[in-house]
């Protein structure tokens, strides 16, 4: 087993990382209460539901369970108000322990009714998927989305303790798989061309699921994130880094309709285009961004988006919450390996950057 | 002009108590960006919105307005989309300002909105009745009810200042005003016997709004809250004895219908209750109770609850948040002047203090 300790300046929790923790009630008992909520959705229910309940019931933990339809479409007030309903009936009050079992859309939406149910009750962070393992479960962001955009309810809270059972990677679709490695790709983009270098070599082997690899991209993602977040728990500054890719993406995701096109597949054409606008402002070349988009291509992953019209593109990305005082913020790479803040007030780069995408 | 000083491990910022305080731009200049939203009801809008709009606009700041329906039953699900819905529409972000103009309801509510819309944004307190000036805009509670509870959906998050213009409370209706004084007494009653006697021996020239005795008591009240505030920010320990009267009271709201008991009228009468358990529990005599219900009727407020079931009390109390691991938690008091928090497992305590309020 790996452990990665978060600190923040409001709170400070381990990471633990291996294959078959979630048999580990030793994990658990530090951090959880006589009452707990599992909240997870209509997939995960049937493949890991019954075992974790078994594991805390069988400890003299009072559980009861909230089961979510599946799909970034449902991270929504719906869900939300179907978990503050659940928690009202069964009487849940402050010291109850919410667990989120499943990936980011679970994660965000059961970290946002944990930190508002009663101004914050205690959760853990259970994540079963690729992408919520090296990324969403780390950080304490939580958020819902609305029908004008994504993630614009929410709230920085942590977690208790988070819980990395490898183990629950091998049930995950092939595709779902690929979209966790688009976020594992980003943290090299951002932050570490040796890291590069180690994913270009090992990706064939990572694709077919090797636990020793795995167990390091997740322990180094991991990691990277917990630098991160402790330098800058609320995103005033370095950790908006981390958003590469992410402003593109979500416009992909908001033209095609969420849940339609996986985030860490719109994170993947969103983070080729944000090559293209670094070579426009002249920190990239031609063949970083083919370097780039060849990974992504290896990890059967898009690299480019879909086309729509220009306009719709600045619609959606002026909803996106990376823009303050009118002008648009985009994470951009000062070379591979590092990111950095680009403020666009010129449309015309935005216009060359995506005028092969739009009709 | 008084000045009260908030201090939390979170955030330190200031409260400014006096005559015409809505008219100086420089209470707000240090806290406001390019960009505000004023947040008030349709009560308040006609009385102090182009005031302080026009303020703001002459100074620079891009000023929007939302204008929520009135009253307690209001502080819902659909008051908060009404304000995300709006924010969105303006293409609001992570700098722009919210500010309350209004009540407890609208302080409670904007600040919920504030710490959520984009995972927070700054505001502003700018409270028009005594209530909200003495209490619920003080200290960053923040939070909506749901049909099954009030306050059951919230966050801790603090303003960047509280504006509490004292013109503000001579268009207040005499019945908000007694209501204000409901919690007045409540600080006297669980912090400081000296305050109470002051306070009766000043009651019918403070029941006349005179100005300068009306900025002694604001002024206490945010001290007296201000350093309970400081000491345990998240109401871990000491900051539930603001709680005294609240868990009866939330039972005769809920009983009553939101909002046709005022949140005042609710805390006095059960105040009056907790004074009748703490006899129950030995700690006051019946004079001690006398003393505070003679109190609570010369500011014209009830010293009784409405009569219902005592299974209806039971159960809204039961979903109040003041219940841990199944036991029922009151703030009870230790004498005239000393709260304490109590748990009560003998449920024939609760019969005989509510058995004269039972049908």
């Not at 939580?142 to 029908?147: E, F, K, L």
């Not at 009118?326 to 950095?340: E, N, V």
């Not at 803040?341 to 010129?346: F, G, L, Q, Y």
Request: aromatic content about 6%; some cysteine.
């Amino acid at each position: 087993m790996k452990t990665v300790h978060v600190h923040t300046p409001s709170h400070s929790y381990p990471i633990y990382i291996g294959a078959g923790l979630l048999g580990d009630f030793s994990l658990f008992a530090p951090h959880i209460g006589k009452k707990a909520a599992i909240i997870t959705n209509e997939t995960i229910a049937p493949l890991y539901l019954q075992q974790l309940s078994d594991l805390l019931t069988q400890n003299g933990v009072h559980v009861f369970h909230i089961i979510l339809r599946d799909g970034e479409q449902f991270k929504n007030h719906e869900s939300l108000n179907q978990i503050y309903d659940a928690l009202l009936a069964h009487h849940a009050d402050r010291k109850t322990t919410l667990i989120a079992l499943g990936g980011g859309v679970i994660g965000d939406t059961v970290g946002f009714a944990a930190a508002t149910y009663q101004r914050g009750v205690p959760f853990i962070q259970v994540p079963t998927t690729l992408l919520s393992q090296v990324d969403s479960s780390v950080g304490g962001k939580t958020a819902i989305n609305h029908p004008l955009g994504k993630n614009m309810i929410g709230a920085f809270y942590q977690p208790k303790l988070v819980v990395a059972d490898l183990n629950t990677l091998h049930s995950l679709p092939a595709r779902e798989f690929s979209a966790g490695m688009a976020e594992v790709i980003k943290y090299a983009l951002l932050g570490d061309v040796d890291f590069l270098a180690w994913l270009e070599q090992h990706i064939n082997k990572i694709m077919q699921c090797d636990d020793e690899l795995l167990a390091q991209v997740v322990a180094h993602c991991c990691q990277m994130k917990a630098d991160i977040v402790a330098e800058d728990e609320t995103e005033q500054g370095i950790r908006a880094h981390l958003n590469l890719g992410h402003t593109f993406g979500h416009a992909i995701e908001a033209q095609m309709g969420y849940g339609n096109w996986l985030h860490g597949e719109a994170v993947a054409a969103g983070t080729v285009l944000a090559c293209r606008l670094s070579e426009q402002l002249g920190s990239l070349n031609a063949d970083d961004t083919a370097r780039v988009a060849q990974l992504f291509r290896q990890a059967n992953l898009p690299d480019t988006p879909p086309k729509f019209a220009l306009e719709q593109w600045l619609a959606h990305m002026s909803h996106d919450k990376k823009v303050e005082n009118g002008k648009m913020r985009f994470i951009t790479l000062a070379r591979l390996g590092a990111a950095q803040i680009s403020e666009i007030t010129d449309m015309s780069l935005l216009e060359k950057t995506l005028n092969k995408f739009t009709v």
